[in-house]
């Protein structure tokens, strides 16, 4: 397992825009497969976007266009970009790791051994 620490959670109005970023501690971090997931409360963990090892990227449908996700192989760190954000995008947000081979696609977060602590994003009407 590698240990995960994200940071850059807050409060924002909505339509405003965040930076989350996961820093992760390995030293193979470029074999890993990466997610952000949320959870609100009362609801299940959803899947936020996806970066595969091979470095393809997709998102859940109501995110596309809005949040981009990237991952600095030479900073061992994932982070996500969310722009136009909606007070229904208020939650707990976690990065996830898992070791994975070429063209792996973990997808559910049953897929993931490494979870971070999460960092809480808040969105006001």
């Known amino acids: 397992q590698v240990q995960l620490v994200e940071s850059g959670g807050g409060s924002v109005q909505a339509g405003g825009s965040l930076r989350l970023s996961c820093a992760a501690s390995?030293?193979?971090?470029?074999?890993?497969?990466m997610a952000w997931f949320r959870q609100a409360p009362g609801k299940e963990r959803e899947g936020v976007a996806f970066?595969?090892?091979?470095?393809?990227?997709i998102y859940e449908d109501s995110v596309k266009g809005r949040f981009s996700a990237s991952k600095d192989n030479t900073k061992n760190t994932l982070y996500l970009h969310m722009n136009s954000l909606k007070p229904e995008e208020t939650a707990m947000y976690y990065c996830?790791?898992?070791?994975?081979?070429?063209?792996?696609?973990?997808?559910?977060?049953?897929?993931?051994?490494?979870w971070g602590q999460g960092t809480q994003v808040t969105v006001s009407s």
């Open positions: 390995t030293s193979t971090y470029s074999r890993y497969c």
């Open positions: 970066i595969d090892r091979d470095e393809s990227t």
């Open positions: 996830a790791a898992e070791y994975c081979a070429w063209q792996q696609r973990p997808r559910s977060s049953d897929d993931f051994g490494s």
